[in-house]
């Protein structure tokens, strides 16, 4: 009996371990299926992922070519802003045509010179006049110090000042700055280039350069 029951003990035994192992194994087998699924489905997210990557690169160099980047996308900005102001897209075609590289400009300059305006003076020879007395420019700056820190009737040309270009009919353009300035005045068919400098004492110097618009 006692024979007997050890016999049936260690066979119960034996199948209870049996039964553990297979379960454990089928377990193992689950398992090994779900790494393997999540390494298919990470595989696949890496793939997407370089997927996407490629996209975004292939996009990027799509935006930079087709996007207008700095002064391009500055002077589309400008001329958005004349066709919204109702220049006819003819018209600015026209000119961007006709823009040379080169510019064609008079070899002939004209230089003169004029008194700048200050709060202690305000006389004779303060104008000048260009393009057959049409384009009238005046200055207006601060007084320099003397020595006692006193003002000067002539002005300090350490410091900005304004001009101003007065066009027959009454329009007037404002030049502000220090000197020396370069600024330009387009009539019709001509670009009046100037470019102002300190002179003597309380002068400015213009100089007008002529050269065909556009």
């Not at 595989?43 to 997407?48: D, Q």
């Not at 370089?50 to 935006?63: F, K, L, M, N, V």
């Not at 007395?133 to 040309?157: K, L, Y």
Request: proline share 4%; charged share 30%.
């Amino acid at each position: 009996m006692l024979g007997g029951a050890g016999w049936f003990a260690y066979a119960t035994g034996e199948e209870l371990a049996r039964v553990e192992v297979d379960v454990l194994q089928e377990e193992l087998d689950v398992a090994r299926g779900e790494l393997d699924r999540l390494r298919a489905e990470n595989a696949s997210l890496a793939r997407g992922a370089e997927t996407a990557r490629g996209s975004e690169a292939q996009w990027r160099r799509r935006y930079e070519q087709e996007v207008p980047q700095g002064e391009i996308a500055e002077l589309v900005t400008a001329i958005e802003g004349q066709i919204s102001a109702g220049v006819p897209v003819e018209r600015l075609r026209f000119v961007v045509d006709a823009v040379e590289a080169e510019r064609s400009c008079a070899e002939e300059t004209t230089t003169k010179r004029f008194l700048v305006r200050t709060p202690l003076f305000r006389g004779a020879n303060d104008a000048v006049a260009f393009a057959g007395g049409t384009i009238t420019i005046t200055a207006s700056g601060v007084g320099a110090r003397n020595a006692q820190g006193q003002r000067e009737s002539w002005f300090d040309p350490a410091e900005p000042i304004d001009l101003r270009l007065a066009q027959a009919g009454g329009d007037e353009t404002p030049v502000a700055g220090k000197l020396p300035l370069h600024f330009s005045l387009v009539r019709g068919v001509v670009e009046h280039r100037f470019s102002a400098h300190e002179g003597e004492r309380g002068f400015v110097e213009i100089t007008e350069f002529r050269c065909d618009y556009p």
